[in-house]
């Protein structure tokens, strides 16, 4: 199967967009589901500031993306400034027997583009990803991060946990 309007976006923004979210970023800034045209909005181009993204086709991104559709278990969310995504996160969510058949969110790929860094959208994306969390009966939220990002997920609300952060629902 696959979706052809290129403005489809990869979850409910109805049902998972925080309103007060929104509301506490800048007019200018629209947090949202990241949609199948993205690629050409800038996406790949962006997490290549987190990592290796490698060569993706148009057609590879949308195939990739009509799989995470599908799975409902991925939520990619994107902050749009000007046509061009500038922010963005991932949140997994994992369904477990634990907890009586409860939920993990697992956040990654947080990255805010190096122009647009000290605007708070990191924190506003991590926000709206818990918020994500707690629409899905997740118990917790996990990730893991390197030394210098510690106290960036603390100002978050995560808190350091073995190896991993976590916060509880």
Do not use: W
């Amino acid at each position: 199967m696959t979706i052809e309007d290129n403005e489809v976006a990869l979850f409910d923004s109805q049902k998972y967009i925080s309103l007060k979210i929104q509301s506490s970023l800048p007019s200018t800034y629209l947090i949202r589901p990241l949609k199948r045209k993205d690629d050409q909005r800038g996406y790949l181009r962006l997490l290549s500031q987190l990592s290796t993204v490698g060569a993706i086709s148009s057609e590879r991104y949308k195939q990739r993306f009509d799989l995470l559709k599908r799975n409902e278990t991925c939520f990619i969310v994107v902050v749009e400034k000007q046509n061009c995504v500038v922010a963005c996160a991932t949140l997994l969510v994992e369904h477990k027997f634990l907890h009586e058949c409860s939920n993990v969110g697992h956040i990654e790929d947080v990255v805010v583009d190096r122009s647009e860094r000290g605007n708070r959208l990191g924190q506003r994306l991590i926000d709206q990803l818990h918020y994500i969390a707690q629409q899905t009966n997740c118990y917790k939220t996990i990730l893991n991060c390197n030394r210098d990002n510690v106290l960036f997920y603390e100002k978050c609300q995560l808190k350091e946990t073995d190896v991993q952060m976590t916060r509880y629902f």
